[in-house]
């Protein structure tokens, strides 16, 4: 193992994830590869050090990790970081006791871990419903139980259920009711997959089997604008500037796949410009208005979000939908948005700026000058 050379008097900024060594020892931090990369040179150009680590090497002494000599990525065993981002992909390993003995060991050595835990769709909900302002925004859900489906088919012609703790859009079941079929549409290996059944008691007995006893959300289903026939919605990227203040620093929009429901990136979905792609439905001027208006929303989700959840949340993934009559729905909250958009281009996105500078202002909020 190689040793770096580290300033004891800068910041030190770590991510805790999964890691893969490929041959010759190369790591792959697989979906946040690129990310990490550009924490790395972000963090660099302002005089920290940056590494990646996993749970199983950490120890009072040093964590063994992985951190960019210029070149490559290289192993070596390296102080305890001040700041831990945790992008953990698996909510079992949240739950283990080696997860919870590393909680000890930074709330021990005043270690900051943000975005600790994954948040479930069901606690998120309810937090929201709790603010009368958001009420509005929110579709109706409940906790999943055969006996609803008839009474909210009564209502809503299409209604979503989802895993409680699910992501990327999987796992997700889309119902449409019709005169004489009920559709059950979900994705599978090989696409989307569609099943159509005659009654409620044969849909509930095809839904039994498919999601057992895991806890689901039944969702009133949404008439969102459309983009080229495919589902559209936008991705809200918000971060914490300090206690207080939560600012947006991205907002992007979001086509699902030909023939699927779900418009995560995971499931094949494509990103848009926000502003052009409202401009198709509101016009130039209203377009910007109606960003605005999302801008704020996804704020209040935030400020709702972080007040509640123990720990320090500083970045947030929200998405909103707009239906055809221009309401604004505010569908989800997660505390690991995506990082995955293929490629990396040579800009450091503002995100990963937004999260770099929030850690900076905390270690040292008295200093002069831009960080």
């Not at 259920?161 to 859009?169: A, E, M, T, V």
């Not at 009711?177 to 599978?188: M, R």
């Not at 990227?237 to 207080?244: E, F, G, R, T, V």
Request: hydrophobic share 35%; with cysteine.
């Amino acid at each position: 193992m190689t040793q770096p050379v580290i300033d004891p008097h800068r910041p030190i900024i770590a991510v805790l994830t999964e890691i893969y060594e490929q041959d010759g020892d190369n790591p792959s931090f697989k979906n946040i590869h690129s990310f990490c990369e550009e924490l790395n040179e972000y963090v660099s150009k302002h005089g920290g050090f940056f590494y990646v680590f996993t749970l199983k090497d950490t120890s009072k002494e040093t964590f063994t990790g992985y951190y960019f000599d210029g070149k490559h990525w290289q192993k070596a065993r390296l102080p305890l970081p001040d700041f831990v981002y945790n992008r953990i992909h698996a909510r079992r390993t949240e739950v283990s006791k080696r997860f919870a003995a590393f909680l000890e060991l930074a709330l021990e050595f005043k270690i900051k871990i943000f975005n600790q835990r994954f948040l479930s769709k069901w606690e998120v909900h309810n937090w929201l419903s709790q603010r009368k302002q958001l009420q509005a925004f929110l579709p109706e859900t409940y906790l999943y139980k055969e006996a609803l489906l008839s009474e909210l088919f009564e209502t809503y012609n299409d209604l979503y259920i989802k895993p409680l703790n699910g992501s990327q859009g999987r796992g997700i079941y889309w119902l449409h009711k019709s005169l004489d079929t009920i559709l059950l549409a979900f994705s599978g290996k090989e696409g989307m997959k569609k099943q159509y059944y005659s009654n409620l008691d044969e849909l509930t007995a095809a839904l039994a089997q498919k999601i057992g006893t895991k806890p689901h959300l039944v969702q009133q289903g949404i008439d969102l604008f459309k983009w080229e026939e495919n589902r559209l919605d936008f991705r809200v990227l918000c971060h914490k500037k300090n206690n207080q203040e939560w600012k947006v620093t991205s907002v992007v929009a979001r086509s699902s796949a030909e023939d699927q429901f779900a418009s995560n990136l995971a499931l094949g979905g494509k990103l848009l410009r926000p502003h052009p792609v409202l401009a198709t439905f509101f016009g130039k001027e209203f377009a910007t208005t109606k960003l605005s208006l999302m801008k704020e929303l996804a704020l209040e989700g935030a400020n709702c979000v972080s007040s509640h959840v123990n720990g320090l949340m500083v970045e947030l993934g929200i998405d909103i939908g707009i239906d055809v009559t221009g309401n604004l729905w505010l569908i989800e909250i997660n505390s690991k948005p995506s990082k995955n958009l293929g490629e990396r281009s040579r800009k450091i996105r503002p995100s990963t700026k937004a999260i770099i500078d929030y850690c900076y202002n905390e270690i040292d909020s008295g200093s002069e000058g831009e960080i």
